[in-house]
């Protein structure tokens, strides 16, 4: 049974950093892509960023990009998700999925993933 275990969210205070893993088991890593979304209230779930397991390429879109890491960690099968200068528009429930891809690079079609997690809520105030 393929598992994504989603930890590490909380309240932060804005400016903050914060950690999320994503702990991935039953499936073998190196043939996916893990992704990140997240989802706000009352807004539809978006991707924020990807990372190809086999090759460490990543893709982050816009709104996160140089602010957010994604890495892995092939020892334990887990996935992170670094954040820092964290913003109150960054509040969402985020969720790590698995794509199995067939070439080197990740995508953010919500449609297009094969597993996703339940999520871990991040709230970002002062």
């Known amino acids: 049974e393929v598992q994504l275990v989603e930890s590490g969210g909380g309240l932060v205070q804005p400016g903050d950093s914060l950690r999320l893993s994503c702990a991935a088991s039953?499936?073998?890593?190196?043939?996916?892509?893990i992704g990140w979304f997240r989802q706000a209230p009352g807004k539809e779930r978006e991707g924020i960023g990807c990372?190809?397991?086999?090759?460490?390429?990543?893709y982050y879109v816009d709104s996160v990009k140089g602010r957010f890491t994604i890495a892995r960690d092939h020892t334990n099968n887990t996935v992170y998700l670094d954040m820092d200068s964290l913003k109150p528009e960054d509040t969402a429930r985020y969720y790590c999925?698995?794509?199995?891809?067939?070439?080197?690079?990740?995508?953010?079609?919500?449609?297009?993933?094969?597993?996703w997690g339940k999520g871990t809520l991040v709230t970002v105030s002062s």
């Open positions: 039953g499936l073998t890593l190196d043939y996916y892509a």
């Open positions: 999925t698995a794509d199995l891809i067939y070439s080197d690079s990740c995508n953010l079609l919500v449609s297009g993933m094969d597993y």
């Open positions: 990372i190809v397991i086999s090759t460490g390429g990543t």
